[in-house]
């Protein structure tokens, strides 16, 4: 089973602090890059893996999304988004993503933020909503890119001419990584670019994008705080169709 930290109470206090927790899609930087590379929600069944507190599903349906399914394996995530909004076309479920099971060819999009470096079998998740989605359906997400995961040591170093170095521990040697975010022993799954592109390919997945995201300038005037993810990339946003 995939490690429920969300349920933690340390782990939820503390994220429940940070800037997306308490501006939702408009507090997550990438959001704008993300939800570019979505399709028009109108009339889309739509499930979001990994829902959190249902930020994205509470988007999608008011975008005009026909019915919304989230998914999430926190109780506590879940009562969050319950408690947000009680429109009948939104539904949430708890359950492991690691053992997922979804009707098959019933969505249109498949969406998930930041939750798939959680999943030890990811391909098994990529055949599952591979199944789960119509032909031409759409299966985009957010993950922790490889190299922001396999650090050596927590920020950067500087050499003597002042350039900045970002780095790495072991990058090719896949597996759980343990780390000290929000709380201690928070356990992640490290996997290359080839890897993860790899296995939505064994899945029957045709990528259509794939964005190694970055802050633009305009993000940069407006959040400073920013500059540390121009000298690594933080997050990979990935678009494939069934």
């Known amino acids: 089973m995939t490690q429920n930290i969300y349920d933690d109470p340390a782990f939820f206090d503390n994220y429940s602090q940070l800037g997306r927790s308490k501006q939702g899609l408009e507090g997550a930087a990438e959001w704008p890059a993300l939800r570019a590379m979505l399709p028009r929600m109108r009339g889309l ?22 019915a919304v399914l989230g998914v999430d394996v926190s109780e506590k995530m879940l009562e969050r988004a319950r408690s947000s909004s009680n429109d009948p076309a939104m539904t949430y479920v708890r359950a492991d993503l690691e053992h997922l099971d979804l009707p098959e060819a019933s969505f249109d999009l498949a969406y998930s933020s930041l939750a798939f470096h959680y999943i030890a079998n990811l391909r098994g998740l990529f055949d599952t909503v591979h199944r789960a989605l119509v032909p031409g359906g759409r299966l985009v997400f957010s993950i922790e890119h490889p190299i922001f995961m396999a650090p050596q040591q927590p920020g950067w170093s500087v050499d003597a001419d002042g350039r900045k170095h970002w780095p790495l521990d072991s990058y090719q040697l896949e597996g759980p990584r343990v780390t000290n975010w929000l709380a201690e022993g928070v356990v992640k799954q490290h996997r290359t670019i080839g890897t993860l592109l790899n296995h939505l390919i064994g899945a029957g997945f045709t990528i259509a994008h794939v964005d190694e995201w970055g802050p633009t300038d305009a993000d940069l005037a407006a959040r400073p705080e920013l500059a540390e993810e121009r000298e690594r990339p933080m997050m990979l946003l990935v678009s494939a169709t069934r």
């Open 45 to 66: 069944n739509v499930v979001d893996l990994g829902c959190g507190y249902g930020w994205f599903c509470r988007w999608a349906r008011e975008a005009g999304a026909a």
